[in-house]
């Protein structure tokens, strides 16, 4: 199992980003770091983690799941990343886990999968006007879910985010035993 980190190249919210990465690890699912470029990207906290990808670098059909990490960066240089968001709506579209946290759910509303889906956001006036505009139904709660897309609202939600995206992952929608569905 695999997953994507999408973070901004700077300003992208640093406990955001390490909840969710110590989840995986704990978890023993791996992930790659994406960004809009590949190279050293700069969290507001001064925390410094290195993109492995550029979104275009990015083969969904290789993850099981995509997590946008949040920060005043997201807003930046991630809200207007077309490739970003019709990545979005492809991991959506197949059924794989969608994850955003802070204003990064912007990226999800933009790219249409948030239309009469529960989900949160930072309470910042142009974050919450952009989920109405994707039709999103926008809950001031800390972590919210509406099917395999998890949304959260920011830092002090980033714990639990993270451990409703490795429950969400490690999931088997099946409920047998082996993991493997149904026998035929």
Same mark, same amino acid.
């Given at each position: 199992?695999?997953?994507?980190?999408?973070?901004?190249?700077?300003?992208?919210?640093?406990?955001?980003?390490?909840?969710?990465?110590?989840?995986?690890?704990?978890?023993?699912?791996?992930?790659d770091?994406?960004?809009?470029r590949?190279?050293?990207?700069?969290?507001?906290l001064?925390?410094?983690v290195?993109?492995?990808?550029?979104?275009?670098?990015i083969?969904?059909?290789?993850y099981?799941?995509?997590?946008?990490?949040?920060?005043?960066?997201?807003?930046?240089y991630?809200?207007?990343?077309?490739?970003?968001?019709?990545?979005?709506?492809?991991?959506?579209?197949?059924?794989?886990?969608?994850?955003a946290?802070?204003?990064?759910?912007?990226?999800?509303?933009?790219s249409?999968?948030?239309?009469?889906?529960?989900?949160?956001?930072?309470?910042?006036?142009?974050?919450?006007?952009?989920m109405k505009k994707?039709?999103? *139904?926008?809950?001031?709660?800390? *972590?919210?879910?509406?099917?395999?897309?998890?949304?959260?609202?920011?830092?002090?939600?980033?714990k639990?985010?993270a451990?409703?995206v490795?429950?969400?992952?490690t999931?088997?929608?099946?409920?047998?035993?082996?993991?493997?569905g149904?026998?035929f």
């Amino acid at each position: 199992m695999k997953v994507v980190l999408a973070v901004a190249p700077e300003k992208f919210r640093d406990e955001e980003l390490a909840e969710p990465m110590a989840a995986l690890k704990q978890a023993n699912i791996s992930f790659d770091i994406a960004s809009t470029r590949p190279g050293t990207c700069t969290g507001m906290l001064g925390a410094k983690v290195n993109a492995n990808l550029s979104f275009d670098d990015i083969d969904p059909k290789n993850y099981d799941g995509l997590i946008v990490i949040g920060g005043s960066g997201s807003q930046t240089y991630l809200w207007e990343d077309e490739l970003l968001v019709r990545l979005a709506g492809f991991f959506a579209e197949t059924d794989k886990v969608v994850a955003a946290i802070c204003l990064a759910p912007v990226v999800l509303a933009r790219s249409g999968i948030l239309k009469q889906k529960k989900a949160t956001v930072y309470n910042s006036q142009t974050a919450v006007f952009e989920m109405k505009k994707g039709h999103a *139904v926008v809950l001031n709660d800390p *972590v919210v879910q509406d099917g395999r897309i998890i949304t959260a609202n920011g830092p002090q939600a980033a714990k639990a985010f993270a451990a409703a995206v490795v429950k969400e992952l490690t999931s088997d929608p099946w409920g047998t035993p082996s993991g493997k569905g149904f026998q035929f």
